[in-house]
């Protein structure tokens, strides 16, 4: 994504942002922003901040996604704020209107945007960044909090002069810039100890290409800083003012290179780590890879358990693959969030859950990460009998008192599939046990609520099946930090959903097309296209369950259906104009189930039309009237 200021072009893009933003806002009944549809904001506004070259935008695949405007402007009330920095008013960036559509809620744009922010202000010279909000919009506070910003008081003001509100004032105070760092003069970085990483490929076109590095050069350092991996290259490329040190043919190279901030370099690498994929070293009791079939593609026996990962990814890590120098590292770098598995705060617990005699050691990094605000996405999978009850109550607790540097704790129950034999005996959770997770987990919540504007701790959506229970709203979740955990997702898809149905017209159109998915789902897709029908009387999408032969157990979730149990289930099944299959079925390449078929594989043994769909509301809709494409 590119952080950069507005153009002229973007201003259709703003408005109808705003536009969105607000109708929904207004057919919803809940406002999160208290602003009001042509009064503020409107065109005008962008207008406005684009002439004074305030305006900014966040753009994704060439498409502004969101926009901000960023200034020097501090209205009168802003002087009887206490704020915590005292700071003159051209090193003071002061946040307006940022504005974020709601059909791309939920992809982590507002922790994108505040994150640019922070560079931007660096790179201005700022000291502090400040701004104001709506004491209603407790999603735009927590996400500020969870983002290293300070409450600094309230005041009841007229807003454009009409719009009575309360709002409430933020502060972020901007590290000091560090010292440049020391160039390898004469080569000194070249020495028996130094590793060099090969280059695969550059990208025409691109500063590294025009200024002569070539495919099997070897990288050596960056503005004097030893290359050893990704995250290296990642950190010290963002400078404008570059030189890169190569080896060619086991000479040492220098380029001095010149380029946009946080513009790729160009350069591509064999290994997207530059480095081995660290493997676990744990032998988790509920090691969901220990309980795989076989059959299955050979990339999902591998136990990844790498820091690098999680960075880039999103995936979680244990620190038992960590030292005191990666923490070190982490810290330097300011490399944040981290998503650490943690499962229990009691050493003992975690290493009789782990199987790791360094699991419950390692525990000592969280408060170190969160000392030096490096943020944390905790993860527990909550074993019956186990670490749930009490010691479950312990970890929520423990990790509590890094708040608001631990900003979110999933709580996900143990899934279990037909394939455990030789292995722990676990057993399936049971509906009062997950009751009593989400109470100890609301009581949680409440008191961090109250503390530091966030719940911090929520439950996985299966929890809430498993026990019966409602499925909390929307609003519930605040910023949907761990959908990837299942967290939330529901509450998402409806509003998703809703607010797509709510932008289209209707029509007496017909189709029919069939939906795969998996057991746990079918059930909400029902109910979700139920709500199309005044609208689109004539349109149909049939959902199938498809049940999860290939993994038994209690496995229903989409992302883990098989090809095979799709052949199976859906051969003598009706499938209309054609069979839509959920991407998050397949691997990245959307070209593999987990059990190594393909949708290729689907269509030809079931004779359709083979449709690949994201399952957001918006493409639910899409699949509904018949726009989802079908494979090539």
């Known amino acids: 994504m590119l952080f950069r200021p507005a153009a002229e072009s973007d201003l259709d893009a703003i408005e109808r942002h705003y536009t969105e933003l607000l109708t929904h806002e207004a057919e919803t009944g809940r406002s999160t922003t208290n602003w009001s549809l042509g009064v503020y904001p409107t065109r005008q506004t962008a207008a406005a901040a684009l002439a004074a070259g305030t305006l900014w935008v966040l753009e994704r695949e060439g498409e502004p996604v969101a926009s901000v405007i960023l200034n020097h402007h501090q209205d009168d009330f802003y002087a009887t704020i206490g704020w915590q920095?005292?700071?003159?008013?051209?090193?003071?960036?002061?946040?307006?209107?940022?504005?974020?559509?709601?059909?791309?809620?939920?992809?982590?744009?507002?922790?994108?945007?505040?994150?640019?922010?922070?560079?931007?202000?660096?790179?201005?010279?700022?000291?502090?960044?400040?701004?104001?909000?709506?004491?209603?919009?407790?999603?735009?506070?927590?996400?500020?909090?969870?983002?290293?910003?300070?409450?600094?008081?309230?005041?009841?003001?007229?807003?454009?002069?009409?719009?009575?509100?309360?709002?409430?004032?933020?502060?972020?105070?901007?590290?000091?810039?560090?010292?440049?760092?020391?160039?390898?003069?004469?080569?000194?970085c070249f020495g028996e100890k130094t590793m060099s990483i090969l280059i695969d490929s550059v990208t025409p076109h691109t500063p590294a290409a025009n200024a002569g590095i070539r495919a099997g050069d070897r990288l050596v350092a960056v503005n004097g800083n030893l290359i050893h991996d990704v995250l290296d290259y990642r950190f010290y490329m963002i400078d404008t003012a570059l030189t890169v040190e190569v080896e060619r043919d086991s000479k040492p190279l220098t380029f001095h290179i010149k380029k946009e901030e946080y513009d790729e370099l160009g350069l591509e690498f064999t290994d997207y780590l530059m480095d081995r994929q660290h493997h676990c070293a744990n032998k988790c009791v509920f090691c969901f890879v220990d309980q795989l079939p076989k059959g299955m593609r050979e990339t999902l026996y591998f136990k990844d358990d790498d820091s690098r990962m999680s960075f880039l990814f999103g995936s979680y890590v244990t620190l038992t693959n960590m030292t005191d120098e990666d923490i070190a590292r982490i810290i330097k770098m300011h490399i944040s969030p981290i998503n650490i598995s943690v499962h229990a705060t009691n050493p003992e617990l975690r290493v009789e859950l782990m199987k790791n005699p360094r699991s419950g050691e390692v525990l000592k990094y969280i408060p170190q990460l969160a000392a030096h605000h490096i943020r944390i996405n905790a993860q527990i999978v909550v074993c019956p009998g186990l670490n749930d009850g009490e010691e479950l109550r312990r970890s929520l607790w423990d990790l509590g008192q890094y708040a608001p540097e631990v900003q979110s704790i999933a709580l996900v129950p143990v899934g279990l599939t037909g394939h455990r034999e030789g292995l722990y005996p676990l057993?399936?959770?049971?509906?009062?046990?997950?009751?009593?997770?989400?109470?100890?987990?609301?009581?949680?919540?409440?008191?961090?609520?109250?503390?530091?504007?966030?719940?911090?701790?929520?439950?996985?959506?299966?929890?809430?099946?498993?026990?019966?229970?409602?499925?909390?709203?929307?609003?519930?979740?605040?910023?949907?930090?761990?959908?990837?955990?299942?967290?939330?997702?529901?509450?998402?898809?409806?509003?998703?959903?809703?607010?797509?149905?709510?932008?289209?017209?209707?029509?007496?159109?017909?189709?029919?097309?069939?939906?795969?998915?998996?057991?746990?789902?079918?059930?909400?897709?029902?109910?979700?296209?139920?709500?199309?029908?005044?609208?689109?009387?004539?349109?149909?999408?049939?959902?199938?369950?498809?049940?999860?032969?290939?993994?038994?157990?209690?496995?229903?979730?989409?992302?883990?259906?098989?090809?095979?149990?799709?052949?199976?289930?859906?051969?003598?099944?009706?499938?209309?104009?054609?069979?839509?299959?959920?991407?998050?079925?397949?691997?990245?390449?959307?070209?593999?189930?987990?059990?190594?078929?393909?949708?290729?594989?689907?269509?030809?043994?079931?004779?359709?039309?083979?449709?690949?769909?994201?399952m957001d509301g918006a493409d639910l809709l899409d699949a509904l009237l018949g726009l989802t494409p079908p494979l090539a």
């Open 85 to 188: 920095y005292p700071a003159p008013p051209e090193q003071v960036l002061v946040v307006h209107t940022l504005c974020i559509p709601p059909r791309y809620a939920g992809q982590g744009l507002g922790r994108e945007c505040v994150s640019r922010i922070k560079q931007q202000a660096a790179a201005m010279g700022c000291a502090v960044i400040r701004l104001d909000t709506w004491a209603g919009n407790i999603p735009a506070a927590t996400l500020y909090q969870k983002n290293g910003f300070s409450l600094c008081g309230r005041a009841q003001v007229l807003f454009q002069g009409k719009i009575p509100e309360e709002l409430v004032f933020l502060e972020y105070r901007c590290p000091p810039s560090a010292d440049p760092p020391a160039v390898c003069a004469n080569f000194t």
């Open 427 to 614: 057993r399936m959770m049971e509906p009062e046990e997950a009751a009593d997770c989400i109470r100890i987990a609301d009581e949680f919540g409440e008191e961090m609520l109250r503390r530091h504007g966030s719940r911090i701790a929520f439950c996985a959506d299966e929890l809430y099946l498993i026990a019966g229970l409602p499925l909390p709203d929307y609003s519930y979740y605040e910023d949907f930090d761990q959908l990837g955990n299942g967290v939330g997702t529901t509450a998402l898809l409806r509003d998703e959903f809703a607010s797509a149905l709510s932008m289209e017209d209707g029509d007496e159109e017909k189709s029919h097309f069939s939906l795969a998915t998996g057991e746990a789902a079918a059930p909400l897709l029902r109910e979700l296209l139920e709500t199309a029908k005044d609208k689109f009387p004539h349109r149909q999408l049939t959902v199938y369950g498809v049940p999860n032969i290939t993994f038994g157990g209690g496995v229903n979730v989409t992302g883990l259906v098989c090809g095979r149990d799709i052949i199976e289930y859906l051969r003598d099944k009706p499938l209309y104009q054609g069979l839509i299959l959920p991407e998050i079925m397949l691997r990245d390449e959307k070209d593999k189930f987990l059990d190594d078929t393909t949708p290729y594989d689907v269509a030809e043994a079931l004779q359709t039309t083979v449709h690949v769909a994201g």
